[in-house]
């Protein structure tokens, strides 16, 4: 057996569903292990776009085995709706397997994720609203409502009711918001489940057969690590652990058969939603990045927050995700910049630190220490087609990174497209 993981190290959207879908062709499994139709991955075949937002992205080759683990929170009506768009495009789906032990979202999750962030007034979250948090909450306070619960649908339906009275009751009570349409919600779950109760499967017995049989195993994060409920910026965190460390509990694996882990990092920093962000950019070069790298979410369309590369933040990720490598993402935004900075330490009431705060009331009074890197052009970049073929600078900018966090970048992407990948070393 051979796996690999990719995950987020920063705050999401680093460009992970590329990387995956780059490195999937090479595996037999391929497992999303926490989150659920928060994330949104964008990978490009040709000319087709495709975004993914609960099927790992292994599935655009046709027939991969994909898994959902049992740590991702499913809603079964984004789940249809992804479905059928992918099968509209000619996608097959018969290989997906979601496990009977993930968690079920539904429109109660959703509407007071709405309700909790509508009354957080000016402390809002900045959530997605897709119900993540308030279903992750369920499973811990044990009234959530699993997949395998289906299997006997009177039983399904009781346990449903019950929380749909439960819930209202706090919607109306505790929120002051209108109640759910109990029969509404209930026949939409039925349908939905109906519809995706053929790929509901022992996720344990795959895992453990992939194990068995020595298969390639690639493991998909979402989020970011800085977004994760233990070690992000909380609480402007997701409620899952996008790290290595939620695998083994949510994709049903035991820690000590994870191998190596690559870290997708993008050559600047974004984030969405609030909370401290030491080298945003507030001014032109901030709008100037996020107009150039497209930064607006896949999920929600909401603009994302620009900033220059972090590597207290990347250090930080590095050693709590045990990273063997990184794949550097989106070089290609940087283009035409005249310099590039790089954050290499903060300064903390006058001392310099290196390490990151877990209280955001002390990384809001972190000021960034920089380092000046040139720049490079695009028209240099688009004409590469390996990575030597880079302008000298850009090289330049990879292999400092490569050093401040010492570790290798075994993988540079400069452009959306599969042949705008470079893969530096044979990692899988
Ligand atoms: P939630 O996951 O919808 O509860 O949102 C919690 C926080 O995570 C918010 O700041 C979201 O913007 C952020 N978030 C959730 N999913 C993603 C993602 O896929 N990319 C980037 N940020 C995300």
């Avoid at 993914?52 to 991702?72: A, D, E, F, Q, T």
């Avoid at 919600?185 to 519809?195: F, T």
């Avoid at 409920?229 to 409620?239: A, C, K, L, R, W």
């Avoid at 990384?363 to 004409?383: A, F």
Wanted: proline share 4%; hydrophobic share 35%; with cysteine.
């Amino acid at each position: 057996m051979s796996n690999l993981v990719i995950l987020g190290a920063q705050w999401g959207d680093e460009g992970k569903g590329k990387i995956t879908d780059y490195l999937a062709k090479k595996a037999d499994l391929v497992v999303r292990y926490q989150g659920g139709d928060n994330a949104g991955h964008t990978v490009e075949l040709g000319n087709q776009k495709y975004k993914l937002h609960l099927v790992p992205s292994g599935i655009l080759y046709n027939g991969k085995s994909c898994v959902i683990g049992n740590g991702v929170v499913v809603n079964p009506t984004s789940l249809v709706r992804e479905i059928k768009y992918l099968n509209d495009l000619g996608i097959n789906t018969d290989s997906l397997m979601i496990s009977d032990r993930a968690h079920i979202i539904f429109p109660y999750h959703i509407e007071i994720d709405r309700l909790e962030e509508e009354m957080r007034g000016e402390d809002k979250i900045g959530t997605t609203i897709k119900g993540i948090g308030p279903c992750y909450r369920d499973k811990v306070e044990r009234s959530g409502i699993r997949m395998c619960d289906y299997e006997n649908k009177e039983a399904f339906e009781t346990r449903l009711r019950a929380n749909i009275r439960s819930k209202n009751n706090l919607i109306v009570k505790y929120y002051e918001g209108q109640p759910l349409d109990e029969e509404l919600i209930v026949h939409e779950a039925m349908k939905y489940m109906d519809m995706i109760s053929k790929y509901i499967t022992d996720v344990n017995v795959v895992m453990r057969n992939a194990v068995k049989e020595d298969s390639k195993i690639l493991f998909e994060g979402a989020q970011g690590t800085l977004l994760d409920i233990d070690y992000g910026t909380y609480p402007f965190v997701t409620s899952s652990h996008p790290t290595t460390c939620g695998i083994a509990v949510g994709a049903g694996i035991s820690p000590y058969r994870l191998q190596k882990a690559i870290g997708v990092v993008k050559a600047y920093t974004t984030r969405v939603g609030k909370g401290p962000f030491v080298t945003e950019l507030h001014g032109e070069t901030g709008n100037w990045i996020r107009e150039r790298g497209f930064e607006y979410g896949t999920t929600t369309g909401r603009p994302r927050r620009c900033g220059w590369l972090d590597m207290v933040m990347l250090n930080y990720s590095a050693e709590l995700n045990g990273l063997s490598a990184i794949a550097l993402t989106k070089l290609d935004t940087l283009s035409d910049l005249e310099s590039i900075k790089i954050c290499v330490a903060y300064k903390l009431d006058g001392e310099i630190i290196d390490y990151f705060p877990a209280s955001l009331e002390t990384l809001s009074r972190c000021e960034p220490i920089y380092i000046d890197m040139p720049g490079w052009h695009l028209d240099d970049v688009e004409k590469a087609v390996t990575y030597k073929d880079l302008p000298e600078n850009a090289r330049a900018y990879v292999q400092k990174i490569e050093e401040l966090l010492g570790l290798p970048a075994d993988i540079v992407s400069v452009g959306p497209k599969r042949d705008q990948t470079f893969m530096r070393k044979d990692i899988f």
